[in-house]
T-cell receptor, first 109, second 115 residues
Framework: KNEVEQSPQNLTAQEGEFITINCSYSVGISALHWLQQHPGGGIVSLFM???GKKKHGRLIATINIQEKHSSLHITASHPRDSAVYICAVKETSGSRLTFGEGTQLTVNP | NAGVTQTPKFRVLKTGQSMTLLCAQDMNHEYMYWYRQDPGMGLRLIHYSVGEGTTAKGEVPDGYNVSRLKKQNFLLGLESAAPSQTSVYFC??????????????FGPGTRLTVT
């Protein structure tokens, strides 16, 4: 079983829909990252959070440390949001990130 | 600023050949990482460095070597390439983890095929 599980693996939405991607992890963490990988392959950090909620534009990330769960929400989705969204956790000990397999999001016009 | 750059972007090797991938960053980051990304799997850490002159093994280090002679550069070497090393390789850098958190900045990736 992977230490970091994302769901769903694939998600197709219509433009304007509200989207939720989930991430569950099984280890103690000090931080959780959400990353976006563009169709061209580039990876960009979206959020890094250790508690509560963060918002940037139409993106919202939440984390529940007790439940070991995080969600990434996209409001008013747009075709340009189509990408792979990756969850990664920084374990309490050690200096590396453990990555989920990613969620492929496709937003149709 | 260029951020994190990787050279080359694409490469095809024959089994047994050697090559070096170069990662450079201009953000004065202490930490640098090499990952590989394979279909159906998350990014996996190959090696990392917490400062100039230091390197450490990650999750999948076998078949790779690294060097960090200058703070801004992190080299990944394949001494004798194998088809199992066909992958997309990403370099990343960050400030030191402080309280366990540091954003990582990724390079554009190198697509390597070993035939």
């Amino acid at each position: 079983k992977n230490e970091v599980e994302q769901s769903p693996q694939n998600l197709t939405a219509q433009e304007g829909e509200f989207i939720t991607i989930n991430c569950s992890y099984s280890v103690g963490i000090s931080a959780l990252h959400w990353l976006q990988q563009h169709p061209g392959g580039g990876i960009v950090s979206l959020f890094m959070l250790s508690s509560g909620k963060k918002k940037h534009g139409r993106l919202i990330a939440t984390i529940n440390i007790q439940e070991k769960h995080s969600s990434l929400h996209i409001t008013a989705s747009h075709p340009r949001d189509s990408a792979v969204y990756i969850c990664a956790v920084k374990e309490t000990s050690g200096s590396r990130l453990t990555f989920g397999e990613g969620t492929q999001l496709t937003v149709n016009p | 600023n260029a951020g994190v750059t990787q050279t080359p972007k694409f490469r095809v090797l024959k089994t047994g050949q050697s090559m070096t991938l170069l990662c450079a960053q201009d953000m004065n980051h202490e930490y640098m990482y090499w990952y590989r990304q394979d279909p159906g799997m998350g990014l996996r850490l190959i090696h990392y460095s917490v400062g100039e002159g230091t390197t450490a093994k990650g999750e999948v280090p076998d078949g790779y070597n690294v060097s960090r002679l200058k703070k801004q550069n992190f080299l990944l070497g394949l001494e004798s390439a194998a088809p199992s090393q066909t992958s997309v390789y990403f370099c990343a850098s960050s400030y030191p983890f402080s309280g366990g958190t540091a954003e990582q900045y990724f390079g554009p990736g190198t697509r390597l095929t070993v035939t």
